[in-house]
C-alpha cells in the first residue's frame, strides 16, 4: 500500500511524507523538509512517528521553506539525504554530520527500501531543481512543487500517476477581480510559494 500526508504546504514551509506498507516494515520517506525540528517532530507524532523512523529525505531544491530543519535532521538523526548536487551545494550541512548525501539528477532512478524514486527537472529560480514521482511497484504517486509553468518534460514523467500533489504559485494581481470558476475554487486549493 502507497500512501502519503502533506505535513505542511505553502510559503512557511513544505514536508510530504511518503510510505510504502509491503508488510512488516514500512518505508517512509520525507519529501522536502521545510520546518523546523519542532514542528516536525510535531506533525510525525500525530502519527506516532518520530524523526527515527524516517527511511530517508529527498530535497527538491534549496530555497528555506523546503530545507527548514534537514541539517538537523542529518546531523541528530543520521536521516539520509536524497538530492541534486546544485541543491546539496546549498544545505549547508555541518561536517560533523554522519548522514550520508545521495546526489541524483533528471531522469536518474533511485530506490530507498520499498519505494522506486524518479526525479525529473522544473523550471524554477533555484540552482538544479527537482520533481519527482514514485512507485511502491503497484501504484504511481507524482509530486509537483513550485512550478511557475508545467512543461512537456514534467508531463510526459507524470504520465500515468494515480495521485498527484501539485502546488504552485498564483499572481495575485492577475487573480484579482477576474471571475474564478466555481470548480477550480473547489477542487484545486491555491497556496502562494517562493
Ligand atoms: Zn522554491
Redesign the pocket.
Known sequence: MLRFRSLASGSSGNATLIEAHDGLHPTRVLIDCGLGLRQLQAALAADGLSPTDLDGVFIT?E?GD?IGCVAMLAARYRVPIWTSAGTAQSLKLPHDADAPVHHVGDGQVFAIRGLEFRPFTVP?D?REPLQLCCTDGNRAWGLMT?VGHVTAHALSNLAGVHALVLESNHDRTCWRGRPTPTFSSAAWPVST??
Do not use: K
Open positions: 531544491h530555497h523546503h524554477h533555484a513550485d510559494d517562493t
